[in-house]
């Protein structure tokens, strides 16, 4: 699904420009997210998220596990944070709700793994 694979483009981005930029072509100006760790609503908020997530885990890349899953206007999706060619240190899976307009107003992630 086109949507899940900006939406990991944008987690992924690690040029500043570049990244706002995708994060304003994947979510509604009003999205919200939020998983176990952070939230936040806007472009602003959200891509402040996405670098502090970057700079934890620095080399670290977001990859799809599975098929996604939709129905009306919800999705739901896997995915896996890991280095390049090393076992993932995250699983998670994302629930969003979609806007008219194909972007997403909302996401709700949970950590499916973690590793301490």
């Known amino acids: 699904m086109q949507i899940v694979e900006k939406y990991l483009a944008a987690w992924n ?3 500043t420009e570049e990244r706002r930029a995708r994060v304003a ?8 997210y939020k998983d176990p760790l952070m939230q936040g609503a806007g472009h602003a908020s959200i891509d402040a998220l ?5 700079e934890h885990f620095p080399g ?3 990859e799809l596990a599975g098929t996604p899953d939709s129905h009306n ?7 896996t944070l890991g280095a390049p060619g090393s076992e993932p240190v ?7 709700l ?14 499916d793994y973690f590793a301490q």
Do not use: Y
């Open 98 to 111: 979609i806007a008219a307009d194909g972007r997403l107003a909302s996401v709700t992630g949970f950590i």
């Open 90 to 96: 995250a699983k998670g899976t994302d629930f969003a």
């Open 50 to 54: 996405i670098a502090g997530a970057q």
């Open 73 to 79: 206007d919800v999705l739901r999706f896997s995915w």
């Open 13 to 15: 981005e690690r040029n």
């Open 25 to 32: 072509a994947t979510f509604t100006p009003g999205a919200a």
């Open 60 to 62: 670290h890349r977001f």
